[in-house]
């Protein structure tokens, strides 16, 4: 399900970055290695600092007058037509295609339109618009990569965060089984049912250790926050990182 | 009665948007084509995928093959339709054998625990056959009974090649049934069967347990 | 949380902690993935088939009142009796009424959901009217006492183990045997007497043609066959959702379901009835009723997005698809209709008050939207109808709309919405997280923290570090 993008093959001169709340709070080199990352392209970027958050939480839990304060906020933020980089699909996801639900009907709906087009998740911004080509100067591991469901099924871009990876010379990509099935993240859906959610992520770590990686990465905090949470209450050695973190810390020289 | 009705039909009315038609475009069905031998192929194949029995055979051969079946399955009474051309062939051709012919031309009220509990097998005739699924295509009436395809356990079927259709689609529009059906159009697949219990495959449940093509030029 | 709600919380912790669930379903859920994935090879032209199915669903909607009217000026021509019915009371009167006509002591049934929402066995009962499931799986949980824990395979949730001990323990002369096969054998032998006896089949219906005046009814066991053929009296009950169109509108329908469900390219019968015995036929029925089924469906079609929940073919892809429902089996959500397709149209029919927690029984995956065959938007639903669920404007178009809102939720909102809503207060309150170190595993904290490690908040935020860093405008 993708839409359409304003700025096919073209190289913008800057971009704006939404962070997303979960970034900002608890994993803000996630959002430091994204910047460095677009940086180092020749790409301006710039984080309107008034930013909180893109209201999903409010959104999926019904409260939708209360989601929709909080977005017409984040909306206003970005003028002009610079793209939007989100290093998370689920968050990208909200402003690209729930933002047109949310304010249908609305007197800013046109606004909130034109914003939508020009929002990008980040995997599918590096390899679609900008094409970055990545020199791996890490030791040989091996990566697995745990695409969030909305990432993949309403954004669209699992092949693009397998693209980064198979870009880096050194990195293995390890499959696993059961892969496209949901972590049992789903943001209010781990604490509201959180025995379902427990079953799930459990499911989830007992696959990708079998798989034995080196690493998980991902590009939905969430779900990294999820999955990695339960792996370390395991006692596991897979480290659990954002796919910016991986991308920057294997090739910044 | 109509209370319900009219209150029914004006919410569907009231309801704030009326929607015009939508359209539809069938290419994606109607591009869907087999021909000869590609056409049996897949046709025999999805048959005999899932348990039916199929024999190639001809106009001519038919019967002779019919009866060497109905011997090696000891059939000993064989229901069938006594006015069309395959019973008519069936009943002279099993005329010498052990195998007593049934006609289907009483009303099932006179004759339904001879039906349901004596008779080992039916013949009756495929109006055509649909290569996208592998499906006979049976219309029946006066001629056909309904329950002749269905309560004997043991199901023989005459098709010609030439009455192979490419899909449901091509089927219904040859033979114009959007102007009127007759009481009952049947597509059958296979032989009856279940996966219920513990998803266990068993043939045979309710309808026949043993469907047999005979398949034609 | 109200009652139902923690009820339901109970049923699903007892499913999850039932090792035979939790691996019944598992497996059974496996399989019809991988055997729908291998009978759509071709994704464009799965594409394409999906929105014919659609666009087939769309204007049948799109022209309700209308095409149920042909349908029943057509099946009128045809012989057939055509009865409407707002209510499931109403319904279950309407049967009765046809079963004393015919001075019915015993109907035969061929699976319909339908028959299921209206309670039709039990309350035939009430009234010395012994109506038999023949649908093997249908037979098995009836026998059971239970409800159907799929919409396909109404007996997934048992082994043969338990089947083979119902068996022994409810049909008199019947001993213990463990295997399918053999089982199979005494149910048909018992209900090919039951055909033979009924006084009065009941189906249901998988499409009605407007254009024709015929039903249409799939199966592989032949129950349905012999259901709508045997008996003198044929009884088709049927949402008022289920007409089509055309005649050819039924194709690309009949191509989705089977493959969408259990992964067959046909099912072994496709049933089209186009009326009673006609003069000069040898079988069939006398008599064939149609009965139309309201239930809230009028009041979901008024809402154009609502109205989509009825596009549903019942093809049961989107559980079978669910992570959810693959852990929790269809018992859980102790509803006629469960999974995906249960959490949408449950809460319309039956209204918040009593289910309207069930929407909220879901990740979103999307896994369900995505094989869905008729492109129902069933995530956009479940959003739909949870904001529904806490609506208290009296706008609602749901029944029971805002039942499901209580006070603290509300509250948690409103506060959520103040502070990022104001940037000077969000960024304070982040930066007070972070100088914390740490949130208390409290409250809904504790769920997370029971099986997972707890986040903590970083030393210094995004913001603070692209301020330093320059980023920040």
Known sequence: MQAEHVHPGQRPRQVYLFGTCLVDLFFPEAGVDTVSLLEREGVKVIYPKDQTCCGQPAYNSGYHDEARTVARQQVRLFPGDAPVVVPSGSCASMMKHHYLDLFRGEPDFAEVEALSRRVYELTEFLVRVLDVRLNDLGAPEKVAIHTACHARREMGVAGDADALVDQLANVERVGFTRQTECCGFGGTFAVKHGPISAAMVSEKVDCIEAAAPDRLVGGDCGCLMNIGGHMRHRGSPVKVQHIASLLWERTDG | MSRSRENILRRLRDSRETGAAVGRDFTVIEDLQWSGDEAVARFTGLMRAVNTEVHETTREAWPAKLAELCAAKQVTRLALAADTPVGQAARSVLLDTSVETVAYSRDIEDWREELFFQVDAGLSTAAGGIVETGSLFLLTGPDEPRLLSLVPPIHFVVLSRADFANTLLEMLRRHGLAAGMPTNVLLISGPSKTADIEQTLVYGVHGPRQLVVLLTD | ?473
């Open chain 3, 1 to 473: 949380m109200d009652k139902p709600t923690r009820q339901f919380h109970v049923r699903i912790q007892e499913a999850l902690n039932d090792p035979q669930i939790r691996a019944n379903f598992r497996r059974a859920m496996d399989g019809l993935m991988t055997k729908r994935a291998n009978m759509f090879p071709d994704p464009d032209e799965l594409e394409r088939l999906r929105d014919l199915g659609a666009a087939v669903r769309r204007n049948a909607l799109a022209q309700l009142p209308e095409l149920l009217e042909r349908l029943e000026a057509k099946c009128a021509e045809n012989g057939i009796t055509v009865h409407w019915a707002e209510s499931v009371d109403e319904a279950n009167r309407i049967v009765l009424d046809i079963c004393r006509r015919h001075s019915a002591k015993s109907v035969i049934k061929g699976k319909s959901m339908v028959s299921e929402e209206m309670e039709l066995n039990h309350y035939l009962g009430e009234f010395g009217i012994e109506a038999l499931e023949a649908d093997l799986g249908e037979y098995i949980v009836q026998l059971a006492g239970q409800l159907p824990s799929h919409i396909v395979m109404p007996a997934i949730h048992m082994n043969t183990r338990q089947i083979a001990e119902l068996f022994a323990e409810k049909l008199e002369g019947v001993g213990y045997i463990e295997d399918a096969e053999e089982l199979t054998k005494v149910a048909r032998e018992i209900l090919r007497h039951k055909f033979f006896d009924a006084d009065v089949g009941v189906s249901g219906v998988n499409f009605a043609v407007a254009e024709t005046g015929s039903l249409v009814l799939i199966e592989n066991e032949g129950n349905g066959r012999l259901t709508t053929t045997a008996p003198p009296v044929h009884v088709a009950v049927t949402g008022i959702e289920k007409v089509v169109e055309n005649l050819a509108d039924v194709t690309p329908l009949l191509s989705l379901l089977p493959r969408s469900a259990t992964g067959q390219n046909v099912t072994t019968y496709v049933n089209m009835i186009s009326g009673p015995r006609r003069d000069g036929e040898r079988d069939g029925p006398q008599e064939v009723h149609l009965l139309l089924l309201d239930n809230g469906r009028t009041r979901t079609h008024a809402d154009p997005e609502l109205r989509q929940t009825l596009q549903c073919i019942r093809c049961s892809a989107c559980m079978n698809h669910c992570p959810v429902y693959a852990r929790i089996g269809g018992h859980a959500y102790g509803t006629v209709y469960p999974g995906p397709i249960g959490e949408i149209l449950m809460p319309q029919i039956l209204g918040c008050e009593e289910v309207g927690a069930l929407p909220g029984a879901s990740s979103l995956c999307g896994a369900c939207g995505e094989v869905c065959p008729v492109r129902i938007p069933i995530p956009k639903m479940l959003v739909r109808l949870r904001k529904e669920a806490v609506d208290n404007t009296g706008a609602s178009p749901v029944k029971g709309g805002g039942a499901q809102r209580s006070f603290s939720e509300a509250a948690t909102w409103k506060g959520w919405e103040k502070v990022h809503a104001s940037p000077a207060l969000y960024r304070l309150a982040t930066r007070t997280a972070t100088a914390m170190g740490g949130l208390p595993a409290l409250g809904p904290l504790k769920t997370w923290a029971s099986v997972r490690e707890v986040p903590k908040p970083a030393a210094k935020t995004l913001h603070q570090r692209l301020e330093e860093r320059g980023n920040s405008r």
